[in-house]
């Protein structure tokens, strides 16, 4: 028998979302894909044809693809963790230990990226909130401002070029 068509049959698109924490409730939510950073709920489930598509990334599939593009592995190794995870044993009792190891890795290397990611935009939060502040004080203490920039200007310049540098550096 078909190993991908026997676990596909197995398996609503529903279930397997819910199971790897997508909270889809009908309506379009935000993208789970690693490295799509997505402003406007562009991911949607297909309960009919048991298939995803994100409208921002273009990423679509059914519930295979589903895990590969969530825990960025291949398609054995997305068939074996399905397996693994809703116990299926259609490839194995147990998901072998290099593809358990491998998937630990991705999800450990999705989680710094996602805090990374974080890390960097409080900083820029951080930036234009001080920009706002020197404006602020600015208007205040030059009545010429922004035609001539006041006093307290340069030493919020001075900062400002340092969270600059932070964020243009940031590894
Ligand atoms: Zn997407």
């Not at 048991?50 to 054995?76: E, H, P, R, S, V």
């Not at 409080?122 to 004080?137: F, S």
Request: hydrophobic share 30%; with cysteine; net charge positive.
């Amino acid at each position: 028998m078909n190993i991908t068509l026997a676990i596909k049959n197995r398996l609503t698109i529903n279930q397997v979302a819910n199971y790897y924490g997508i909270n889809y409730k009908g309506k379009k939510i935000s993208c789970p894909f690693p490295g799509h950073e997505d402003k406007t709920p562009s991911f949607k489930l297909f309960v009919k044809t048991n298939t995803f598509k994100c409208y921002g990334c273009g990423k679509q599939g059914d519930i295979i693809d589903l895990a590969m593009y969530l825990f960025n592995i291949n398609n054995t190794e997305a068939m074996k963790k399905l397996d693994a995870d809703f116990n299926l044993q259609i490839i194995g009792k147990d998901i072998d230990k290099k593809t358990k190891e491998k998937i630990k890795q991705q999800q450990e290397k999705i989680r710094l990226e996602r805090e990374k990611e974080k890390r960097k935009e409080d900083l820029m939060n951080k930036y234009a909130e001080n920009y706002r502040k020197c404006a602020e004080i600015c208007e205040v203490l030059s009545p010429i401002y922004p035609n001539e920039p006041c006093e307290a200007w340069l030493m919020c310049n001075e900062l400002m070029i340092m969270y600059e540098e932070r964020i243009d550096n940031y590894e």
